[in-house]
T-cell receptor, first 113, second 110 residues
Framework: QKEVEQNSGPLSVPEGAIASLNCTYSDRGSQSFFWYRQYSGKSPELIMSIYSNGDKEDGRFTAQLNKASQYVSLLIRDSQPSDSATYLCAVPDSGGSNYKLTFGKGTLLTVNP | DAGVTQSPTHLIKTRGQQVTLRCSPKSGHDTVSWYQQALGQGPQFIFQYYEEEERQRGNFPDRFSGHQFPNYSSELNVNALLLGDSALYLC?????????FGPGTRLLVL
């Protein structure tokens, strides 16, 4: 049974700070990883995907992947109150990104003005 | 280009009833997955449809069934509703890569 673990939080950071969200996964064969953002009462929205070891940057977001440690993280620079949401880490089955996603429980982030 | 759409947005049912939820995938997507999200939890995979066949199934009882139509739209049916079926039901569509979620259907079972 594939497992994805996240700290449930809440994680509270001041506006302008860096928020660091972490995720570990159990299946060493996993090849792709996704971060979704979910505002309260809304559906998950994809914000980042990462497939290779190292860092991937997209605007204020940076995803970091370390397959040897089975660890993926999301950094949000210059955090804004609008970033306040639950962040979900998701890992697909070994069949590929198009297959079943296993999600962590999510980390609730609050950015304080 | 419309994204993933779901209907209805909200639904209230009583125990023992049956419900049908509907999903239209994003244009160009041929795969539809259904997830259940209970309050405070991450989405849990129910099943996935591709080429009108159930390709994968999660750990959900047979009360949960589905269908995919030739135009790739999909239905989720739940029979003999239980209080514990109250949740946000999410549909995700995909092609080769990323899964994109619809707005969800919030089901309340009384």
């Amino acid at each position: 049974q594939k497992e994805v673990e996240q700290n449930s939080g809440p994680l509270s950071v001041p506006e302008g700070a860096i928020a660091s969200l972490n995720c570990t996964y159990s299946d060493r064969g996993s090849q792709s990883f996704f971060w979704y953002r979910q505002y309260s009462g809304k559906s998950p929205e994809l914000i980042m995907s990462i497939y290779s070891n190292g860092d991937k940057e997209d605007g204020r977001f940076t995803a970091q992947l370390n397959k040897a440690s089975q660890y993926v993280s999301l950094l949000i620079r210059d955090s804004q109150p609008s970033d306040s949401a639950t962040y979900l880490c998701a890992v697909p089955d070994s069949g590929g990104s198009n297959y079943k996603l296993t999600f962590g429980k999510g980390t609730l982030l609050t950015v304080n003005p | 280009d419309a994204g993933v759409t779901q209907s209805p947005t909200h639904l209230i049912k009583t125990r023992g009833q049956q419900v049908t939820l509907r999903c239209s995938p994003k244009s160009g997507h041929d795969t539809v997955s259904w997830y259940q999200q209970a309050l405070g939890q991450g989405p849990q995979f129910i099943f996935q449809y591709y080429e009108e066949e159930e390709r994968q199934r999660g750990n959900f009882p047979d009360r949960f069934s589905g269908h995919q139509f030739p135009n790739y739209s999909s239905e989720l049916n739940v029979n003999a509703l239980l209080l514990g079926d109250s949740a946000l039901y999410l549909c995700a569509s995909s092609s080769w890569e990323t899964q994109y979620f619809g707005p969800g259907t919030r089901l309340l079972v009384l």
